[in-house]
């Protein structure tokens, strides 16, 4: 039996992934940015911004370069944020890391439209 994931799936992680994060969260109530940031997107990042996933989507043609090079800055600013003590909703609210953050998943998100 083969666990390995195809490129399909990998890519519809990866979009899930990316959809989960970015300025529309704003509009969200605090359970629901709670749930989409510290537990979907932040497994998805461990997961599928890692380069391993990325270089295989790339290699694929499934992404640009571009949306590779974008997917390991925005999964190093997480990693940044998990590190610094941001890691939290009051963070989120007020800190320009965040945006960032929200920002860069919202451009991924528009290259891959």
Do not use: P
Not at 85 to 109: C, H, P, Q, T, Y
Request: charged letters at 30%; aromatic letters at 10%; one cysteine or more.
């Amino acid at each position: 039996m083969n666990n390995e994931i195809t490129n399909k799936q990998l890519m519809e992680l990866f979009l899930d992934t990316i959809q989960r994060c970015g300025t529309h969260l704003y509009n969200m109530d605090d359970e629901t940015i709670e749930y989409e940031i510290f537990e979907e997107f932040d497994i998805g990042v461990v997961s599928f911004l890692h380069n391993d996933s990325l270089s295989k989507l790339y290699s694929a043609g499934l992404i640009s370069y571009e949306v590779m090079q974008k997917g390991l800055e925005l999964r190093q600013k997480v990693q940044d944020l998990q590190n610094s003590g941001l890691w939290n909703m009051e963070a989120l609210k007020r800190r320009n890391e965040w945006k960032e953050v929200f920002i860069l998943s919202d451009e991924i998100r528009t290259m891959l439209d």
